[in-house]
């Protein structure tokens, strides 16, 4: 009777079987267009690189940005019943309020770029199943997630930033990236919203667990997710896969997003390839997952809120970006020497 796009894992593997790649002649145009605009061969550095990658994604070799969307998903976590956050688990729910009055940074962010925000709870009265005893989620309670991701994101956007909200989320993430990648426990585990000391040792703890309780689901990229993962961080997986089915370029966010997206790119090598890292989080192993994913951030400053913020802020330099490339004289045009 589920309207639900997706029943089963293996009805993701398929989307991720048959992805949509970026229009070559489109990129072939903007690389000539770039060529020939008023600045010195490379002047423009980074920026030159994005407006090229958004062309391509969006099949116009002298795109705008007229509609970036942010979307948010909310979910509630099991495993924050162990002490692994410095706030308690109703913060969720009281952000959601905050979220649809207004008030939270990513609002004021999505307001200042001409984004669109929307927030999605995901049964936040029910939280995932502690994973140190088992898998997080079911088959059915992952693909319900990973369908509202999926169904959030704007079929008319033309970028998207997907972000989240969830006490004890870092410890999922971290889970997830120990699980995907390898190494330690402590590797991937930080402070989250603010644990230190012997409680940040705990918490290491707790993602180790994580993964000896859930030893038979890791050799899966989405059975990773659901045995580690929590519904908001399957929803930004199911978000970031229909951005890439739609051509909508994608603005990556912290740690917690970079783990779903994660999922993906194990999954199907280059299924992030319509992505870009927004910003490098202050969360400890951020950097080691962006390094993993091959994504240098655009930004760098200190932020560690999650929620889409650094993400959305990257709007900015991307709009800044696509403003240069399409907007710019030629060297002919402008009757300027040496193009
Ligand atoms: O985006 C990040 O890198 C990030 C780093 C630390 C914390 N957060 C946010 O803080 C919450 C998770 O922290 P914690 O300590 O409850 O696991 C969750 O709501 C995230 O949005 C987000
Ligand atoms: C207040 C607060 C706001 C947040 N926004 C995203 N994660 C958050 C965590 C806390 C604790």
Redesign the pocket.
Known sequence: MSQDPFQSLSQIREILSQLPNPDQEAVVGALNRNGQLTKPPGALGRLEDLAIWYAGWRGDHRPVIRAPQVLVFAGNHGV?ARG????PPEV?VQ?VANFQAGGAAVNQLAKCFGATFMVVPLDLDRPTQDFTQGPAMSEAEICAAFSAGWQGVDPDADLLIT?????????SAAAIALALFGGTARDWT??????EGAALEAKAQVVADGLAANADLLADPLQVLQALGGREIAAMAGAILRARSLCIPVIL?????CAAAAVLEKARPGALDHCVAGHR???QA?QRLLDALHKPALLSLGM????GS?AALAIGVLQGAVACHSGMATFAEAGVAGG
Request: aromatic residues 6%; proline residues 0%.
């Open positions: 924050a692994v956050s410095a706030f969720t952000m972000g989240e909200m969830g006490i004890g989320n870092t410890t930080g402070r989250g919203t603010g644990v966010d912290g740690f917690i997003c989080s202050a969360e951020h560690r809120l999650g929620e650094g």
